[in-house]
Each structure stands twice: as C-alpha cells, then as structure tokens.
C-alpha cells in the first residue's frame, strides 16, 4: 500500500514538473518553486567553496574524463561512457569505469564490479548501470562508489589505470577532470528551465560553463547544427549524435558453456523486426522514449507496463507482467538492455522476450570526436 502511494506520488509530481500549462497545478508549482529556491542557494554555495578550494579537489594520477549531464533523467551517459571506454581501451591505454553505483548495496562502501575478467557483483551489489556495464565491456574493470577518489585510488593502484572514465559525474567537481564532456538532449537540453524539484535541471544553467565540449544527443538529424542554447556554451566546442537502437533475442546458453549466464542475446536485425507482436516493460528513466522506440520499428505493441528508474522487479512482478502479455495476445515480451540485466539471472525469466540496447552514432562527426578525445588524453 505505502509503495504504491509513493509511486502514484512520483507520478503526480513528474506531471506537475513537466507541465507547460502556466494555469495547471499553480499552488503546487509555487510551492515546488519555493524549494528549487533554497535547492539552488545549496548547489551555488558548494560550488562556491570548492572554486574558492576551501573544499579540496583531489587528483589522480592519471587522466579523468567525466561524462554527465545537467537534468535529471536519461541523456545516454552510461552508453556513452561505455563508447569512450572502448575507443580508448582500442588505443592502447589502460582504461577503468567508475560509476557512483546508484542504489546498489556496493554504494557506500565501494569495491570492483568486474576486474576485466570475471564479474564480483550481482546486480543488487553494483546496481544496474555498472552490472550492465560490466557484462557489456568485458575485458575492461567496472569500479563502483560513492567516493571516486577513493574508486580512483583504486582503479589506479590495482588495474594501473591511465585513463579513468567517470560515468554520471558533471556535478561531481571534487575530483579534478582532464575533459569535463556535457551530454544534452537535443529536444530540451536543460528541461523545462527550472531546478529540481520544480523543474529537472540539477544546478544552474550557468553550471554548463565548466564543460570542456557539448555533445547533443537524441538529435533528429545530422545535418543541421543544433541551435545555440545559451552563452554559457556557444563557444564550446560541440557534436551532434543519435541513439540507434539494437534487437536482441535471449536465447539459452548450455551451463557448461557458461557457468555465470544462463542466458544470451543473439543480435536481430533492425529491419526484421516488423510484424512482432510485443508487450513491452521497462524502468528507465525515459519509458516514453522507449516506446516510440518500439512503435517506430514497426512492431505491433500489443501493452505496456512501465515503472520509475531502477525499480527492483519482484518475482511476483515477473509472473504477472508475462500474464499481462499472454492476456494482451502479444507473443513476445520487450525491454531495455538494462532491464534484461537486472533480472537476467531470474530463474522465471520469460522464455520469449527480446532486449533493446542503443548504439551512439556520431555520423560523419564520428572522426572529429574521436580525435577530440585523443587530443585531451595526450595534453
């Protein structure tokens, strides 16, 4: 009882945050406006402290590239980070993620996800980015913590990290960066222009000035520039990407194969996908986007059952969410990437259900970025 209310909380809270009708919800607008007021007084004060180094920023002894955003909710961070992990880990550099480990049980007191061979987390430990991470990246250590001087220390003196990639980490100012990377969506990069809990925004706009380069993602097109959204980053340096998404299958694995998995994804091509008939499930921060995904592909969504970000699906969940699809007529349940692997070790995982993962796109800008990374690294 006390769970659902506090769902049908969040639900009603995100429709008062996002609403463009000045005339809906205006007592509670005044009041979410009142504490995005002293939301915002806090965040300047402790930008503040550390600009006047009264709080210490801290160094490693690598490089530090750090990828976030300005709003809350999904802009692509985690596939993101995972594409520079990969180019870098391709020149040759030892590369380590780090990720805060948001609502993983590993949080607070840190430690390894995967040492670059084997994972040491379950999806509980790590949470469901860094475990997602981790079973995606293979050959490349996941580090989770609260701390990431500390994960840092770590990634350094236990996997001689060169480069350290920090997932979720614009507002994370105390730990000094090499290459600040700002991701905004292309359609509302700073939401609806106000602080949490009035708006999505998680400091003030003028915050974008500490970003070395702007990446536009979700972008339509990749032809047309994106427009120049403020003065704090017009004479940024920026680039323009889409998020392609990627079919999957699971299929089963034989145990003896693979002892930890009982399950894989065997990729489908894009263009087979019409004519499925899908119920699809998720808990991302962009569910919405999620299910355009599904109907511009074609597919026939037959239902749908979304839940908030990082939701921890209960057994009883599972079962009823494949009811829901069989009642539906659907044949096949769909969800995220990082949904399958939250529950990928289940054992009343549904026997057909196909996994949606994205893939960054950068188009003819793909050589220019990636020699922008390169340039930062060798500085």
Not at 21 to 44: E, F, H, T
Not at 338 to 347: H, W, Y
Request: aromatic share 10%.
């Amino acid at each position: 009882m006390v769970i659902t209310w506090i769902k049908n909380m969040e639900k009603r809270y995100q429709g008062i945050s996002d609403a463009h009708d000045p005339n809906r919800w205006p007592v509670a607008k005044a009041v979410l406006s009142m504490i995005s007021v002293c939301y915002q007084l806090g965040v300047q004060l402790r930008t503040e402290l550390y600009d006047r180094a009264i709080l210490p920023t801290r160094r490693l002894e690598c490089k530090v590239i750090a990828i976030g955003n300005m709003t809350a909710g999904g802009t692509g961070k985690t596939p993101m980070a995972m594409y520079i992990a990969q180019l870098v880990e391709r020149s040759g550099k030892r590369v380590v993620i780090i990720s805060r480990g948001y609502r993983g049980s590993a949080e607070k007191r840190g430690g390894v996800v995967s040492d670059g061979s084997q994972i040491l987390m379950s999806p509980a430990e790590a949470g469901d980015e860094p475990y997602m991470m981790a079973q995606k990246l293979g050959s490349i250590p996941v580090l989770v913590g609260r701390s990431r001087y500390k994960s840092g220390l770590e990634a350094v003196r236990k996997f001689q990290a060169q480069v350290v990639i920090l997932d979720d980490a614009f507002q994370h100012i105390q730990l000094h960066r090499d290459l600040n990377l700002l991701l905004l969506d292309a359609k509302h990069p700073f939401g609806n222009g106000f602080l949490l809990p009035r708006g999505r925004l998680r400091e003030p706009v003028a915050a974008a000035n500490r970003a070395d380069a702007v990446v536009y993602t979700r972008s339509n097109s990749m032809l047309q520039a994106p427009r120049k959204t403020n003065r704090w980053i017009e004479s940024k340096p920026y680039f323009k990407s889409i998020h392609t998404p990627i079919f999957y299958q699971v299929t089963g694995v034989q145990q003896k194969e693979l002892i930890r998995r009982p399950y894989a994804l065997t990729r489908i091509s894009n263009h087979d996908m019409s004519g499925y008939s899908v119920y699809a499930f998720a808990a991302i921060a962009n569910n919405a986007d999620f299910r355009k995904t599904i109907e511009s592909s074609e597919m026939e969504l037959c239902g749908f059952r979304f839940f908030n970000d990082h939701h921890v699906y209960s057994d009883t969940e599972l079962d009823q969410i494949v009811l829901e699809m069989k009642e539906s007529g659907a044949r096949w349940l769909i969800t995220t990437e990082k949904d399958f692997f939250r529950i990928e070790n289940r054992s009343n995982l549904p026997s057909r259900l196909l996994v949606v993962g994205i893939d960054i796109y950068f188009g003819d800008q793909k050589d220019k970025f990636e020699n922008f990374i390169f340039s930062r690294l060798s500085d």
